[in-house]
């Protein structure tokens, strides 16, 4: 079946230093992946996609990795601030016809000290 | 700010009650999805309307029902309330059909106490 999940429920980091949130999937069929943030009391944001014709995209501080033959994504946010801490979600999106629906993983929770 | 946004925010229900959880898409947005969300999980989809017509549901019970109006602005019903339908709801917003992107626009979400 379906799943996607995150290898880290809590991953602690410095101020300054970079974070890697990873995530896995394991529907191959799977053709994109959007990245939310989710800060305490709000919802989720989005904050980077990737379709399953790249490897790589970068955003403003965040980059994310898509290897398809491990069936494995990855978030890196350079410079890590504390302004970056919340729950980050990886979501697989599918598209049954008309709009696409996000499958949630559980999250990691990114705590970051000053 | 995404321009969606949930009524109520928060909410406390006994068991066997019946709840309606409103929600205003943001403007140019045709499509609206549901999400539960448990304390310390991730979303988890109910399901999405696209132009007033159901297009997916998740492994949830008939219990929970919705509704997206011609503004597209969207209810969700429960009924039978238990205790274990405590949770945060949200709402997302999105553009579905040509040139849809599958980001979606989440507002803060109502919080359900059941008792």
């Known amino acids: 079946g379906e799943s996607v999940g995150l290898h880290l429920p809590t991953l602690s980091v410095q101020e300054g230093d970079n974070s890697i949130i990873n995530c896995a999937y394991s529907?191959?069929?799977?053709?994109?992946f959007i990245w939310y943030k989710q800060e305490s009391g709000k919802g989720p944001q989005f904050i980077i996609d990737i379709r399953s014709n790249m490897d790589k995209r970068q955003g403003q501080r965040v980059t994310v990795l898509l290897n398809k033959t491990v069936k494995h994504l990855s978030l890196q946010i350079a410079a890590t601030q504390p302004g970056d801490s919340a729950v980050y979600f990886c979501a697989e999106n599918r598209n049954p016809g008309g709009s696409y629906i996000p499958t949630f993983g559980r999250g990691t929770s990114l705590i970051v000290h000053p | 700010e995404t321009g969606v946004t949930q009524s109520p925010t928060h909410l406390i229900k006994t068991r066997g009650q019946q709840v309606t959880l409103r929600c205003s898409s943001q403007?140019?947005?045709?499509?609206v999805s549901w999400y539960q969300q448990a304390l310390g999980q991730g979303p988890q989809f109910i399901f999405q309307?696209?132009?007033?017509?159901?297009?997916g549901r998740g492994n949830f019970p008939p219990r929970f029902s919705g509704l997206q109006f011609p503004n597209y602005s969207s209810e969700l019903n429960v009924n039978a309330l238990e205790l274990d339908d405590s949770a945060l709801y949200l709402c997302a917003s999105s553009t579905g059909g040509a040139g849809n992107t599958g980001e979606l626009f989440f507002g803060e979400g109502s919080r359900l106490t059941v008792l």
């Open positions: 403007s140019g947005h045709n499509t």
């Open positions: 309307y696209y132009r007033e017509e159901e297009n």
């Open positions: 529907n191959s069929a799977s053709d994109y």
